[in-house]
């Protein structure tokens, strides 16, 4: 594939700005170093972000779609941009949890850390106005947020990519606790209708804890100040790629 050229900015992001590119079936996704927490009320800037997240979502996409979940990603022209087959995104964000904590614990009161017999699939309505809430299967059925075999793809996609990424992060003595996903309707003609999984797969919509020490290697290090954000995800890099992110 020939790489397109970026054109004009579409929509900026928490951590990411969406250009357009000369290819009208393609998006130019830039990942920036911008942190948010609590639905932006609490924001920052945190070197190397952006790069370490579009280089740890551009492998495990490539890989989900090797082991048959397709993936928005067409291709990576730098260390921070992803190329990707534009989409519709489905408003109806995914998360998989195998052990409780975050708003889990906060909504039913079960206490953090305590495992899940088995994961747990749980829908929430994308909206930054209402704060994504909860919802269940009938609200996005009634609402015309997404179609009954869509719903169905999307939990059974969702379960698949927690398989492989609980073994992905398990190679590096990382426990996977929960994690969210974005889905969207393929828009190019040949394509139409296929559901691509979009957005990205990184520790900023993801829970890991390292295995026996529980030191946290995500976005609660900024969310609960825990410690240097950039380092924990500098560490995580190196750990993942063998090496460190800027050699020397
Ligand atoms: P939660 O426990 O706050 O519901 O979060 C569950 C997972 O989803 C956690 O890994 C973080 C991720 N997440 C996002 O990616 N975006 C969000 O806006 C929220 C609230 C959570
Ligand atoms: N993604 C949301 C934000 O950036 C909430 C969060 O991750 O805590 O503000």
Redesign the pocket.
């Given at each position: 594939m020939t790489t397109p050229s970026k054109t004009e900015l579409q929509y900026t992001g928490k951590a990411k700005n969406v250009y357009g590119t000369t290819d009208p079936d393609l998006v130019w996704i830039e990942f920036t170093d911008g942190a948010t927490a609590f639905?932006g009320v609490k924001r920052a800037q945190v070197r190397d972000k952006g790069e370490v997240n579009a280089r740890l979502s551009a492998i495990i996409f490539e890989r989900l779609d090797a082991s048959g979940v397709p993936t928005h990603l067409a291709s990576t022209p730098s260390p921070t941009v992803h190329i990707c087959h534009r989409v519709q995104i489905i408003p109806v964000?995914v998360?998989v949890?195998n052990i409780a904590?975050?708003?889990?614990?906060k909504r039913l009161g079960i206490a953090e850390g305590t495992a899940l017999d088995r994961p747990l699939v749980?829908f929430?309505y994308k909206s930054d106005a209402l704060d994504?809430p909860l919802v269940n299967d009938d609200h996005a059925l009634l609402f015309g947020w997404a179609q009954a075999w869509e719903l169905a793809y999307l939990r059974h996609a969702a379960l698949e990519v927690n398989d492989f990424l609980r073994a992905f992060w398990d190679e590096f003595d990382l426990t996977l606790?929960?994690?969210?996903l974005e889905f969207g309707r393929a828009l190019a003609p040949d394509r139409r209708g296929q559901i691509l999984l979009a957005d990205e797969i990184t520790p900023?919509?993801?829970?890991l804890w390292e295995k026996g020490t529980q030191r946290r290697f995500?976005?609660d290090v900024f969310r609960r100040d825990l410690g240097d954000l950039g380092d924990t995800y500098r560490e995580l890099f190196r750990r993942v790629f063998g090496q460190r992110l800027h050699a020397g």
């Open positions: 639905n964000e998360v949890r904590a975050g708003s889990l614990s749980e929430f994504d606790v929960d994690f969210k900023d919509g993801s829970r995500d976005k």
